[in-house]
């Protein structure tokens, strides 16, 4: 895929809602003729998904419309992206439609980009403006960005009609997460949720999984007595939504508990065993986000003090590649290390996919719709980050 | 042995649910040109997509004198040329190249498989392979007999009876040709069984691991919309094609031994037919899907000598233009005898004698210097049996669904729809899904899978040991056949689309070719 590039429509405008959708339906046709220049390349118009994202200001959708066009470069969509202001003085629907292509095997590969911003009152119509753009037959995707609350009706109308709704549980909470999913659950063809920090823990899953693949160490995985996590902050913050995702998953996978002690939370092993966790703070370096999951060391086997497994996973935080934004859009590098009590030390290196918001999106959209694992670790992280696990 | 799926607990509800065994991958034939151009950048791949093993190495074999250091640095450099990513990850590879190890020596030595016995010890140590080894022999078949009684020889095969009960595993894949004629093939076999079990031997057919043609599994079992049509009841013929544009490309010896019948159709194509008219397999295991494919190998109606002189077409390639270009008759090529009557292009009519295809013809055809690249598997569907239209062209056209397995992977599906206006003009359309288009162009190469597949013990996607001597049995009597012909195969234009008698073929039951 070559950089994407855009045939925008007329300029944005305003009017009532019902104009509107029948002049940006009439933009799109005239995007989609044929090029009068016989020579000018073919343009494939290709739609593989609805992809819906609602932000709270314009000014966070314009940041976000750059996310999207790399997404529909792989994943050819139609994308409807919506600001929602409803405290906006003005009464207004405004929009506008844009193609975005990008370059595969020499032919231009088409998707559309509507833009559409509900202000004042015209807030209330947003979901039904939405819809009216949706292609029939095809999944839709809503990308819900910011706060979530599953009263508003904007939100209800979107996400009962979609297949998947996209979180950040970063940016919400798990706490959102789990309503919604609360809610997906009351209604009668039920959406399913993602979460992108669930999809940007998946490797680390699999990384962890690998100290139990060898028929030697499988029965040791319930026999973890200790394990430690690294998040990218400062003492005394709470426990990210990637370090709770990830602890909720191990317990769920493991069939653990978690208990009280004094007011204190304790984890404890399918036999009954205590599990020790510990939650560590590593220097956040700049451009990386908040909480990230910068490592994980476990321990296993019957005498805690001579673990028959020690395994590490570090991230090297901002190794990858430095943009000029100060951000690291490239892959960060993993060490993953397995010493086995009398063995040699087993050790690899793994490059992270591209740490970018358009590929997180890409992967989750990627993923199967139903995700039970992801329900479960949902809930057992939720009693993790109620109980305030902070950083020591 | 199969990896079990959720037997590690953390594996439950991943979505790569499978994990290969940590494992010594060792190439026989590490200096050629299939492990520079595909084995390692197909490794390197799969290390990128964290797909490896955790203890992993790759071990040259080769009779060339060279260091540890230069055969990394020859694999960089085929890694960094041949990589569907690129530039190369420097600290990936870092990492990587500290797996990759060569042993020099003759495959006829003992003493060969003595340091390669013992570097493959160290391996264990210090790699974590954990005495699980797959081959992979890149040599010609030649070759194969003298390398397999070697390792058994030298104690390195893993008992396959152990492997089931948790031991150490040991594979082997070999490419094709997998013999020249039913015998051969028999005795190949032979020999491979002598060290190795059937669960131990994966014969690769690239075109196997293609994505369309795993697809093709998907798109009818996947579906209720087809499989209640994929039978004689609906289907009036079946066309698969193998083309290419190029011609021998300094394959020219080998070529004269093979031709296109033994290089093309007895492998991939009667791979694509056999997968296109399986029955529904109880599960996706290895052996399910393999019996379902055997089973219509099986129902190939052998070829008497009569119906070869109607039923099969050959050809051979003179000088023509392609994409503009004028380029050499076959027998001009480099190392092509000047009388040769070697066929450059094939085309049969294949029945499939069971319940749900009899009398269903399967065309089927193959050949070199064709007007462009193209492998697809037409289905077309029958005429409706009453026209409402008067159609200009008196009549309407039959629906056809096209599995285009190269270029542009993808299914379309042709059918009649009214032009726009007042008349009613009938118009066929079609309704066009690509892969590149829908999933984007960067999918894994079919050497990347097929590869995670063996260190995963997955047999699926390989040829099982009957399925190859099936293929021979079909194929034997035609050639066989040939040879007695004191004719040279009819001549057909480089560019087009084969000799005329290949049209005729079809024109005798009242069709005609696609054109794809």
């Not at chain 2, 190998?297 to 039923?311: A, K, V, Y």
């Not at chain 2, 390639?317 to 066929?343: C, M, N, Q, T």
């Not at chain 2, 118009?427 to 899978?449: H, I, K, L, Q």
Request: aromatic share 8%.
């Amino acid at each position: 895929m070559s950089s994407v590039t855009t045939m925008p429509g007329a300029p944005e405008s305003g009017g009532k809602a019902s104009n509107l959708i029948t002049r940006i339906e009439n933009e799109l046709r005239e995007l989609w003729k044929p090029p009068e220049d016989p020579t000018a390349p073919p343009l494939s118009r290709v739609c593989t998904m609805n992809i819906e994202v609602v932000a709270p200001t314009k000014e966070l959708l314009e940041r976000y419309t750059p996310v999207i066009d790399e997404v529909t470069a792989s994943i050819p969509a139609r994308a409807i992206l919506a600001s929602i202001e409803p405290d906006s003085a003005a009464e207004e629907v405004t929009g506008s439609a844009t193609v975005v292509c990008s370059l595969a095997g020499g032919k231009k590969i088409c998707s559309e980009r509507i833009s559409l911003g509900f202000h004042g009152n015209a807030s209330a119509r947003a979901a039904s403006a939405i819809e009216a753009f949706l292609v029939p037959e095809i999944p839709t995707a809503l990308v819900w960005l910011g706060r979530v609350h599953t009263d508003d009706p904007v939100f209800e109308d979107l996400a009962r009609n979609t297949s998947r709704i996209i979180l950040d549980s970063e940016y919400t909470s798990i706490s959102s997460v789990i309503h919604v999913a609360a809610w997906a659950r009351s209604q009668r063809h039920a959406p399913e949720i993602s979460d992108l920090a669930w999809t940007r823990i998946a490797a680390w899953q699999e990384l962890l999984a690998r100290f139990f693949d060898d028929a030697e160490t499988r029965p040791l995985a319930s026999k973890i007595t200790r394990i430690v996590l690294k998040q990218a902050g400062e003492t005394g913050a709470r426990i990210g939504p990637e370090s709770a995702l990830m602890l909720g998953w191990i317990g769920t996978r493991l069939g653990w508990k978690t208990s009280r002690l004094a007011g204190a939370l304790r984890f404890k092993r399918e036999d009954g065993a205590a599990v020790t966790i510990e939650l560590d703070a590593v220097p956040r370096p700049k451009g990386v986000a908040p909480h990230t999951l910068a490592a994980l060391m476990i321990e296993a086997g019957d005498d805690p003090h001579a673990p028959a497994l020690r395994g590490s996973i570090e991230r090297e935080l901002a190794s990858g590649l430095t943009d000029q934004a100060n951000t690291t859009p490239d892959a960060d590098v993993i060490d993953w290390k397995c010493t086995r009590a009398g063995g040699a030390e087993i050790e690899q290196r793994i490059r992270l996919g591209p740490n970018k918001a358009a590929k997180w999106l890409e992967r989750t959209l990627h993923r199967p719709l139903r995700d039970v694992a992801f329900a479960e670790s949902v809930a057992f992280a939720e009693h993790i980050v109620e109980d305030g696990l902070t950083v020591s | 042995m199969v990896t079990t799926p959720c037997a590690n607990p953390l594996r439950r509800g991943l979505i790569e649910d499978r994990t290969g065994d940590p494992c010594a991958v060792v190439i026989f034939g590490a200096s050629g040109d299939l492990t520079r151009r595909k084995l390692l950048p197909a490794i390197y791949n799969l290390a990128l997509s964290r797909s490896l093993p955790s203890g992993f190495a790759v071990v040259g074999v080769a009779r060339r004198a060279k260091t540890a250091a230069q055969f990394s640095a020859e694999m960089k450099e085929g890694v960094a040329q041949f990589s569907r990513r690129k530039p190369i990850d420097p600290a990936l590879w870092t990492d990587f190249e500290r797996g990759l190890g060569y042993v020099q020596g003759s495959f006829d030595d003992p003493s060969t498989y003595k340091k390669l016995s013992a570097h493959l010890d160290e391996l264990d140590n210090e790699r974590g392979t954990r005495k699980n080894r797959l081959y992979y022999l890149a040599v010609p078949p030649s070759e194969f007999a003298t390398i397999v009684a070697n390792l058994k020889q030298a104690e390195l095969v893993a008992d396959p009876i152990a492997e089931r009960s948790g031991g150490p595993w040991t594979r082997i894949i070999i490419e094709k040709p997998f013999g020249h004629d039913l015998e051969s093939s028999r005795q190949l076999n032979d020999c491979i069984a002598s060290a190795f079990a059937e669960t131990q031997v994966f014969r690769i057919d690239h075109y196997l691991g293609k994505e369309t043609v795993q697809n093709l599994l998907v798109f009818r079992f996947a579906n209720s919309l087809f499989e209640p049509i994929w039978s004689r009841e609906h289907v009036d013929n079946v066309q698969i094609t193998v083309a290419e544009e190029i011609g021998v490309e300094g394959r020219g010896k080998f070529f004269e031994q093979t031709g296109v019948t033994k290089d093309i159709v007895e492998n991939h194509l009667l791979q694509l037919l056999s997968l296109t008219a399986m029955e529904p397999p109880i599960s996706l295991s290895a052996d399910a899907v393999r019996d379902e494919k055997v089973k219509v190998l099986r129902s190939l109606r052998r070829m008497e000598p009569t119906m070869i002189r109607e039923n099969v077409v050959r050809g051979q390639y003179g000088r023509g233009f392609i994409k503009g270009e004028e380029v050499l008759a076959y027998r001009e090529e480099p190392d092509i005898a000047k009388d040769s009557k070697v066929e450059t292009y094939v085309a049969m009519k294949v029945l499939v004698d069971n319940w749900r295809w009899g009398g269903v013809p399967f065309y089927i055809r193959a050949g070199k210097r064709l007007p462009r690249k193209v492998t697809e598997i037409a289905i077309q569907f029958k005429q409706v049996p009453h026209s409402l239209f008067a159609a200009p062209d008196g009549g309407i056209s039959p629906n056809v669904l096209t599995v285009r397995v190269q270029p542009d992977e993808g299914i379309a599906l042709r059918f009649t729809t009214k032009e726009p206006g007042n008349a009613t003009i009938l118009r066929d359309v079609a309704m066009d899904f690509r892969y590149g288009s829908a999933f984007g162009s960067n999918t894994p190469e079919a050497y990347e899978r097929l590869l995670l597949d063996a260190i995963r013990g997955d047999a699926t996607l390989f040829t099982r040991r009957d399925e190859v001597e099936e293929q021979w049995a079909f194929i034997d009597p035609v050639i066989e056949a040939w040879r007695g012909q004191a004719s040279a195969p009819p001549g057909y234009p480089a560019g087009t689309w084969g000799p005329e008698q290949a049209d005729d073929l079809l024109a005798r039951d009242g069709r005609r070719w696609r054109r794809p």
